[in-house]
């Protein structure tokens, strides 16, 4: 079984920056398909990126492309979520999730195991 803790997570102004890592213990990180997802007060949790299990490809919902990226350590049993020029609609918890698969789930329940999820505000 994996386990992923978040970090990263914090209070930040419109137009800056954060970088969320996300870093999992256990042998089948390599084998795992990564996603982010977040979820604000009131809403549901919605997808925001994924990315495959060598790195090649990534995903990414419309709302955050070209402010928002993906990347993989394997080495490391690492995935981060490299954030910029935020806006205030981008504050909710955000939560890491895998699964062991070939495909790139975009649905919560495509995935097996998630973190804790870390705090993300953006003040405007």
């Known amino acids: 079984q994996v386990q992923l803790v978040e970090s990263g997570g914090g209070l930040v102004q419109a137009g800056g920056s954060l970088r969320l890592s996300c870093a999992a213990s256990?042998?089948?990180?390599?084998?795992?398909?990564m996603g982010w997802f977040r979820q604000a007060p009131g809403k549901e949790r919605e997808f925001v990126a994924a990315i495959s299990r060598g790195g090649g490809s990534t995903y990414y919902a419309d709302s955050v492309k070209g402010r928002l990226t993906i990347s993989r350590d394997n080495a490391k049993n690492t995935v981060y979520l490299q954030m910029n020029s935020l806006k205030s609609e981008d504050t909710a918890v955000y939560y890491c999730a895998g699964v062991n698969s070939i495909v790139v789930p975009r649905a919560a329940r495509g995935y097996d195991y998630w973190g804790q999820g870390t705090q993300v505000t953006v003040s405007s």
């Open positions: 256990g042998r089948t990180f390599s084998s795992s398909v």
